[in-house]
């Protein structure tokens, strides 16, 4: 269904969309906040009239100059890559319930995102890793996680069952995990394979994260229904 604003006035129309992307920019992340509001909205503004002049048969070029000018622009003023990426998905989701199903839109707008790719790539080299922005962290972080979860549910449906890695424990965890298997607490492991109280709780602290377990009984558990490790005869 497309949306009313896209056969309005396209003085107007521009100008509520932009308006839109403004707000949603600027609440997403710090780094927006930073930028004037009227110069960000009237980037977006002339973004998102060549875009739909676009739509209606006109030239693609100022479109995608324009995409690859507002990145560039946000990096000079000090955001991050990847808070501009954030915006620019907000930027794309309004614009995608605005102008429907139209399979130009969905065109144009993948080439929008790849040429702004490229124009991030750019400018990761001048920041600092450790500089990342954490929200824009977690959102894709968030994402992947669906990503995942939605090609899983694809696998399903196909008759196949998830594929999960089996976790790679060294020869030391599997060694403690059995004994812990067998009972043993702490410091009889650490006194049957003659290392310190500390060491043993080292090697099942990164046992029970490999395993992604909530604790040592879990990890135990966990690795013997994998096969990583076989419980001690009594």
Not at 161 to 180: F, G, S, V, Y
């Amino acid at each position: 269904m497309t949306d009313p604003l896209r056969h309005s006035d396209p003085d107007r129309r521009a100008g509520s969309i932009s308006a839109a992307m403004t707000r949603l920019a600027r609440r997403r992340n710090p780094g927006y906040q930073r930028v004037d509001a009227k110069e960000l909205r009237d980037a977006l503004t002339l973004f998102v009239t060549r875009f739909f002049r676009a739509l209606d048969g006109g030239p693609t070029g100022p479109v995608f100059e324009s995409i690859a000018t507002a990145a560039t622009r946000r990096m000079q003023q000090g955001l991050h890559p990847l808070e501009v990426f954030g915006a620019w998905i907000e930027v794309r989701q309004i614009l995608e319930s605005v102008a429907g199903d139209e399979p130009v839109a969905a065109e144009l707008l993948d080439i929008c995102e790849q040429t702004m790719i490229e124009a991030l790539k750019k400018g990761v080299e001048l920041h600092s890793p450790y500089a990342w922005p954490a929200h824009e962290v977690r959102a894709l972080e968030q994402s992947a996680k669906r990503l995942t979860v939605g090609l899983q549910l694809i696998e399903q449906s196909a008759g196949e069952a998830p594929k999960t890695p089996m976790p790679a424990l060294t020869r030391r965890e599997r060694e403690i995990l059995t004994l812990a298997s067998g009972g043993m607490t702490t410091d009889q492991i650490a006194a049957q394979i003659g290392i310190s109280r500390a060491t043993v709780h080292t090697y099942v602290t990164r046992a029970i994260s490999k395993l992604g377990a909530v604790n040592r009984m879990h990890a135990v558990a966990v690795a013997v229904s994998l096969g990583l490790i076989v419980p001690p005869a009594a």
